[in-house]
């Protein structure tokens, strides 16, 4: 069953709906990252997008990623809870909080004004060019696995 559009302003809207449902003191209902964290963390995936601050895979590291990780990041299937990330992903120290929402909330607007359109056949980093759909999924999927973290 496909997963809810985030490139529609009704998905992104009810995603930011849920991230204003966050506070800085809600508990994850797993893991480790707290919700400043958990925030800085999903801003990773965008900044891959639209930042030039991490770089890119070489080309051995991409081929592994692309047989082994991309169809579990970019399929329909839930990730698990605990699941591995990879090392840009892993968010050590503190963050804060207001800063890191406005971030997410920006990049959700952004993403959602490209459209669809914007992100067709735009290649990643990690998985070479991704189709509108493998886009909405890597997207939508992991802020919801992580609203849901926290019970939001």
Same mark, same amino acid.
């Given at each position: 069953?496909?997963l ?17 449902k ?10 480790k ?13 965008y900044?891959?997008? /639209?930042?030039?601050?991490?770089r ?15 169809n ?12 591995k990330?990879?090392?840009?992903f ?16 920006? /990049? ?23 189709t ?21």
């Amino acid at each position: 069953m496909p997963l809810p559009n985030i490139f529609t302003k009704e998905v992104s809207e009810a995603i930011i709906d849920r991230l204003n449902k966050l506070t800085p003191d809600s508990k994850p209902l797993w893991g480790k990252m707290g919700p400043a964290q958990m925030m800085a963390h999903c801003n990773v995936a965008y900044e891959m997008v /639209y930042d030039n601050i991490h770089r890119e895979p070489n080309a051995v590291l991409k081929f592994i990623l692309k047989a082994l990780v991309k169809n579990k990041v970019v399929g329909e299937k839930p990730f698990p809870h605990n699941s591995k990330t990879a090392p840009e992903f892993i968010i050590r120290d503190s963050k804060d909080f207001d800063k890191e929402k406005k971030r997410l909330i920006d /990049y959700i607007n952004r993403t959602q004004e490209l459209g669809e359109s914007g992100f067709d056949g735009k290649v990643s980093n990690s998985f070479g060019p991704l189709t509108k759909t493998e886009w909405n999924n890597l997207f939508y999927k992991h802020l919801d696995h992580h609203l849901s973290q926290f019970g939001i």
